[in-house]
């Protein structure tokens, strides 16, 4: 006999556990399938962002940035350090130990919250009376039924053809994310998100890292002014970027990996590499969700169709997060996640998609919100851009990291704040005032008129929004 509840959420990542809280917060009785594993087989919701992205990354980061400032800025500031090593085997325990407490702490959310939680793979069986019966596939089978189902199935790293996966030498962000010993030498395959921050972590450890990226521009969705600048740290950090290439044949075998590529100027080059991370990018998950049984709808991309309120063409049927349109960010999908049940209870959920921010967690960090200036010049928007540099801010000064700048775009006629966009210290923190303001339809003399404490790296947002009107303070 089928367990009722109101909700299924089926996927437990951040699009799915925060739906099913919110859901169950708003009165419904919710029960949330999730099938992520930890290595002694138990739950480990949380999805990619948890187990294999977001989280264990920035662990990662955070552990090899402590040793690079160890190793070259400590005795700036008269610490003496000498032979100084880093114990690989120990900072991935860390990282798997700070997954472990993110697990734990969305299994407590679950059960604070009210939210049947079931190990195993859900998928549709059919639609009945009043809604669905869904499938749980884990170590006991069980039929669940609900009259809303909220699809948050995630997605999954885009190998290269004719190069798969073996997450021993070629790998995904998976991959990359164990890699118990520090290669010598590593090459990626995408200068996106996921490549930059891990060829991050393995190039402070001591690997020589080479970036091949078919794009002939770097970081394509970035302001170019700030692209210039973040690449130009890089280039000086000893990251290797190659642009415009096009990989041909890659071979994998006990020595490891040897790329076939093309540069820019249209010579061949070969790259032999310990090890080779592919970065171009993530696929909708669908796998084994049993669409065509219920009649779900799939774009021409493998993502579920869904309306500007994420309901699929099935009544009662909802998708959010990575397996629908739009950016694949983790917050998107909580935000989404949030939207979804609140229009359930008959709210008036939201997700305002102009406002979304985007970070990229290397060093220096790069963070955005709102339209690039290129994206403003070929939509004929009249603006005024304002930048200020972290060299002419105390507190950058003090930290000893003034790489980058801030940047203010705003209307030309009503200076309302079109984007902002950064690179440099703290950067992930600091473009939350902008998407604040942005919220608000805010000015950048409202930015510009607000006290902002010193010394604070929040003062060069400040003076960017002072500098679109040409009257900066400190520079």
């Known amino acids: 006999m089928s367990k009722q509840f109101d909700v299924i959420v089926i996927g437990g990542g951040p699009g799915g556990y925060i739906a099913a809280i919110r859901a169950a917060q708003l009165g419904f009785q919710v029960a949330c399938i999730d099938e992520w594993k930890n290595s002694k087989g138990g739950a480990a919701p949380g999805g990619t962002c948890t187990n294999v992205g977001c989280i264990p990354s920035k662990a990662l980061l955070q552990s090899s940035e402590h040793f690079e400032h160890a190793n070259h800025h400590f005795a700036e500031h008269g610490i003496s350090a000498t032979n100084v090593k880093m114990d690989v085997a120990k900072m991935v325990a860390r990282k798997d130990a700070v997954v472990k407490q993110n697990n734990d702490g969305i299994l407590y959310l679950f059960k604070k919250n009210k939210v049947a939680f079931f190990h195993g793979r859900g998928s549709f069986v059919k639609a009945v009376d009043g809604g669905y019966e869904i499938k749980v596939s884990g170590a006991a089978n069980e039929i669940l039924m609900a009259g809303q189902v909220i699809i948050a199935t995630g997605s999954n790293a885009r190998a290269l053809p004719g190069a798969d996966f073996d997450e021993e030498n070629i790998l995904s962000n998976d991959g990359a994310l164990r890699l118990g010993a520090v290669p010598k030498k590593l090459g990626l395959i995408g200068s996106g998100v996921i490549g930059l921050e891990m060829g991050s972590v393995w190039r402070r450890l001591g690997a020589e890292v080479t970036v091949l ?263």
């Open 213 to 475: 990226e078919a794009l002939p521009t770097f970081l394509g969705a970035v302001d170019e002014q700030i692209a210039r600048e973040a690449k130009k740290a890089f280039d000086k950090q000893g990251l290797k970027i190659e642009l415009g290439v096009k990989v041909g044949e890659i071979k994998s075998g006990k020595k490891g990996v040897s790329v076939a590529w093309t540069n820019s100027k249209g010579e061949a080059q070969t790259l032999d590499v310990d090890k080779l991370i592919v970065s171009i990018g993530r696929v909708p998950n669908t796998t084994g969700l049993n669409v065509e049984g219920v009649g779900l709808q799939l774009d021409e991309r493998g993502a579920i169709v869904v309306d500007a309120d994420c309901r699929t063409n099935l009544p009662g049927v909802w998708a959010v997060g990575d397996v629908v349109r739009g950016p694949m960010l983790a917050h998107k999908a909580e935000e989404e996640g949030v939207a979804v049940a609140e229009r359930m209870a008959g709210q008036h959920g939201h997700v305002n998609f102009n406002t979304i921010p985007w970070v990229i967690y290397t060093s220096p960090e790069i963070a955005w919100v709102g339209r690039t200036e290129q994206q403003l010049k070929a939509d004929g928007v009249s603006y005024k851009a304002g930048t200020f540099p972290f060299l002419a801010n105390g507190r950058a000064r003090a930290l000893g990291d003034t790489t980058g700048m801030v940047k203010f775009l705003a209307d030309a006629a009503t200076d309302e704040i079109l984007g902002v966009h950064i690179v440099g210290p703290m950067a992930s923190e600091l473009i939350s005032e902008a998407v604040v303001a942005m919220e608000f339809r805010a000015s950048a003399e409202d930015i510009a008129r607000i006290c902002h404490a010193h010394p604070s790296l929040s003062e060069a947002t400040k003076e960017a929004a002072l500098a679109v009107d040409k009257r900066t303070l400190n520079f």
